[in-house]
């Protein structure tokens, strides 16, 4: 009812061309600094959540490399054999269990008929490939018996049609690793990778991978240029990882070890990923972590993004939402130890025994990692139980490492007054706040952090995302209506800054074929990706984020949903300009005169940034990534103010440069 309204209303101003409504002025006090905005107020959460890593941002082609899935051929498909025939007109694949202490499997093909024998993986959800560029092909070989000289290896598509191919030549009856390069004649968004032998025999494969030579910083074991680039684009403060439920798994056995993610990629034990059978609308039963983007590669990730890293750890507490298995507390003590490792393999000295890990993995220098999450969004007596043993621990070892805590998964209700009563009284750095609810709870809440006590603990929104329909709800849509509204009640994040300290969406990524939740921030194929309007909110608050917030008041108040203008406002101390950022969250466009106090002489002209649209239910897509987008334009500016024409359902972000 409510979207109706809204989009009748926007209808109305649109095509009658009804006189913008006019307010009285708004008043930028900036001579005023309220609260300094730290470096990580905006960032980004990542979870391998909707295929978000294997098939995703970690650039891998190949589905079960390693033949380690619970099904050890899922992903693979043998077209002309029949395992209930002896196959004497091809061959046949069977997979050995080895005695090796990490990724035991591997391949044994026994070929017959070199000419009607054939290996083919799928990929995730197909692979998509580019003419012209080039894939870098490694696996491992051994071989048995009988005369096999060549594997051949080639790209080809639905129909068979061959699309690109290469060759290696195994000559060793001991494991060897061969490469070879692949180079696509024609780009396909779901091609396959086929493998066929030259002779007959036997032979042993495993860890059989294709990466395009062209990933972020082309690094082998690299991540999909193309997705990293719209992370790099948003200029966030911090990254946290690994999540996010992950981190807690279904059961304690399933948690997210981070020391296994770690070494080199062929001893990085493979996990079923807790998110494969969460949601019976969207089983994924071949939904596996292969930690080939462990946690190296994470901290790799922050520094190039510029970005402070935020590791969340296991508190010895399985996800609350599924068995909620506690380790006991007196045999806690290897989960704080995981914790003071991962600070020592990121920040210890190269003759540390996990510093010289990080150093032979390429990366002698430390991260200088600041913070550390203790559990994800954990709550009740337990978890306080929990974080006290691991405050403690870390605080004797690591007195400057900042701690985050959690108030649970509801920004609201007993388990949030519980967790904040009791971590309050442990005077806890920083709160860790997470909240699903739909668009006009963001409306409604832009004021959630007025009240709270600046001298208390600090506030991270580690997850927020308006949800069109229902938490989980398979129906969401990432909207302009969710955006906007999120937009509303990020000026009150701001503008709270001295409370606030770190904020991001969740989730992060999600693919197009292989997803479990809804809404998502960035949508992916197997060739592209885009960012969602909620996506494009995000990136302009954090690149006109300023340093230091001033007041922004309308009749005298902040402006938290008068006359349904949200706002909040900043100085940026290092470009020497103002910065102010309205959210209209009517159907009705807006004439609204700004009036700077305290400030020096503006400049004559500044810059406008609009992200706008009059449809509430606007989604961008593949199809269409820009349908709602930022346009941006020169603005006039009088001596003290100006005047601005906000468009309905906009969110303006203007910059003007104090004049000298």
Known sequence: MIKSVITS??????????????????????????????????????????????????????????????????????????R????????????????????????????????????????????????????????????????????????????????????????SNDWKKYTAVLTPVRTVAKAQLKITFEGTGSIDLDMISVFPENTWKNRPNGLRKDLVQLLYDMDPGFLRFPGGCIVEGRTLDRRYQWKKTVGPVEERDLLVNRWNTEFGHRITPDYYQSFGLGFFEYFQLAEDLGAEPLPILSCGMACQFNTGELVPMDQLDPYVQDALDLIEFANGPVDSYWGKIRKDMGHPEPFNMKYIGVGNEQWGPEYIKRYKVFEKAIKEKYPDMIIVSGSGPFPDGEYFEYGMKELKKLNAEIIDEHYYRSPEWFRENADRYDSYDRNGPKIFAGEYAAQSVAIASPENKNNWECALSEAAFVTGLERNAAVVHLTSYAPLMAHTEGWQWTPDLIWFDNLGAYGTPNYYVQKLFSLNK??????????????IGQNELYATASLDKNTDEIILKIVNTSGQSRRQKIVFEGSSRLASRGKMTVLQSDDPEAENSMEHPDMVSPVEKEIKVRKDGMEIFMQPYSLNVVRIKNGK
């Open 9 to 82: 209303l926007a209808s109305l101003a649109f095509f009658t061309g009804v006189r913008a409504q006019q307010s009285g002025p708004m008043i930028v006090k900036a001579d005023e600094v309220v609260a300094e905005i730290q470096p990580t107020m905006y960032g980004i959460f990542f979870e391998d959540i909707n295929f978000a890593a294997d098939g995703g941002l970690y650039a891998e082609l190949v589905k079960n490399r390693s033949f380690e899935f619970t099904l050890p051929l899922m992903g693979w498909s043998q077209p002309n054999s029949d």
């Open 84 to 171: 209930h025939s002896q196959n004497e007109n091809s061959g046949f694949a069977t997979v050995i269990r080895s005695d090796r202490k990490h990724n035991a499997r591997f391949c044994r093909v026994d070929v017959k008929n070199d000419e009607r024998y054939s290996l083919v993986n799928e990929g995730f959800r197909g692979m998509g490939i580019k003419e012209g560029e080039q894939y870098n092909l490694s696996l491992k070989a051994a071989k048995q018996e009988g005369n096999i000289t060549k594997i051949r290896i080639q790209f080809i598509d639905t129909t068979g049609q061959v699309l690109g191919e290469t060759s290696v030549s195994p000559e």
């Open 546 to 559: 300023g340093t230091h917030v001033v007041p922004v008041e309308l009749e005298g108040k902040a402006v």
